[in-house]
């Protein structure tokens, strides 16, 4: 009953992604980020937005964006015009 066992065994976790540089953007941006979304460890959908420097409190926009995204399972890569220990992010 040994295939029976391979059955039964879960898969270990996706191990999610946290991308982060900072640029300038060519001052058009604050911030650009992808999102990339996975079912059943393959992927299944990639979203990009922008987010303009000229919005209101685009910063906690980004921040939030981030944290659903990584909450709700997907890869998060951003680029930034802002360094990551202003928005609270600790470099690895």
């Keep these: 009953m040994s ?7 879960p898969k270990p976790p996706r191990k999610q992604v946290l991308y ?4 300038n953007l060519n ?6 980020v992808r999102l990339t979304w996975f079912c059943d460890g393959k992927i299944f959908r ?3 937005m922008a987010l303009h ?3 209101v409190n685009v910063m906690e926009q980004l921040i939030s964006v981030v944290h659903e995204a990584l909450y709700e399972g997907a890869d998060v890569s951003a680029l930034c ?7 609270g992010l600790e470099p690895t």
Excluded: H, M, P
């Design 53 to 55: 420097n000229y919005d």
């Design 27 to 32: 001052g058009r941006y604050f911030a650009v």
């Design 20 to 23: 982060f540089a900072q640029d």
């Design 46 to 48: 990639i979203s990009e």
């Design 81 to 87: 015009i802002a360094t990551a220990e202003e928005l």
């Design 3 to 9: 295939w029976l066992n391979r059955l039964q065994k």
